[in-house]
């Protein structure tokens, strides 16, 4: 028989899963008790992802289980400091399936382009949303290379990462050696956003950042949020907003310049990667759910809303990157969500076609020019829906 145990602290509720059958002794039920009361009292020092998460979904028996073995017999196989919780592929696409979506497997280092290896700088995006998440764990779903987990793990928030692709989540340890984060301190698995290993009611907040767009139903993906948040707890969403002022003002002729034959080099290589796929290959970029209306469906789910606005720290300090580096890097990479489901061997053959037009249009030389752009040139709102 499945029993739940209640533990409040602070105004915070955690749930103590156990199996009245299982050989658990009192002490080890006091121990979870006691590593409960000690996270919120001192989050520096915390052990995440050991006795007190206990509410992981066990993928065999569906009881609650902490990692990395269940009572049934079932142990999560870690990979590389992947704990494996889902057997999904991490793409399905064919026309049968009931959902369809994208992971990013194949795209991996591509996604962030160079600026993977800079450190991420605490702005104002990650305080506010360490703010929001208070003294809570947060879920950190569909995490790609962490760049929300390794700055909220960072501000001692205590986070779950998951994601459907291997290659994105290992890359959360780039990310943490290079902000000097203890990889200890991560709790990383592979999962599937349409059936989260959770239990019900078992986080404080959950972040789905830039991900619902690649589902062929997203809403299934919301209600899944929905489950295992506890009462009380936040669905943390992003949206940009015009900002305070034109991104051009504060640019140099030259910079200006540049950013334009960038914007016309960008288009050249987007549109004639595509129109060679149709024409010769008869496929097109793949595209779910980019018009999912998120507010509509989360506002009929959850039981509230709050909207936090505000301006970026670094709003006025400008990035520069190569050309080759930044989206010729990530086109070549596969790094687009509309390239996703290419074949490997297509995307070679024909990447490699459009970049010789390329070369012969606009010279070589071309690659070394110089993208100029804000830190963020938008301001940010931030939206939580509250279950």
Known sequence: MLVTAVAVFGGNIE??????????????????????????????????????????????????????????????????????????????????ADVKYIGYEDIGEAYSGKLLY????????????????????????????????????SQNIPVISMDISDRMLSLIYKRAEIANIDSSRLIVCRANALDIPLMDNSVDAVIANSMLHLVSKPENVVKEIYRVLKNGGKFITFEDKPGRKNPDDDFTEDEKTENKKITEMVGFIHSRYFEILKDEYNMQGTRYSWRFDRDKVCSEIFSSKELYSFNYENQDKKIKIKFKD????RMGGKGFSDQSDVPLDVHKSVFDRVMAEFISQYGEKSLDIINTFYDWSDDMEIIVYIK
């Open 118 to 153: 800079d450190k991420i700088e605490i702005d104002g995006i990650y305080k506010k949303t360490a703010e929001i998440v208070g003294n809570g764990i947060l879920l950190d779903l569909a995490c790609g290379d962490g760049v929300f987990t390794v700055p909220l793990v």
């Open 326 to 329: 930044g989206f010729v890097y």
């Open 15 to 96: 749930f103590l899963y156990f199996e009245r059958t299982q050989t658990q002794s009192i002490v080890a039920l006091l121990h979870r008790f006691y590593a409960i009361k000690y996270k919120y009292k001192n989050h520096k020092n915390l052990k995440r992802g050991k006795i007190m998460y206990n509410f992981f979904k066990c993928p065999k028996c569906g009881k609650p289980m902490s990692l990395p073995s269940c009572s049934c017999g079932y142990t999560a196989q870690n990979k590389n400091g992947i704990y494996q919780l889902t057997d999904s592929p991490y793409i399905v696409k064919d026309d049968s």
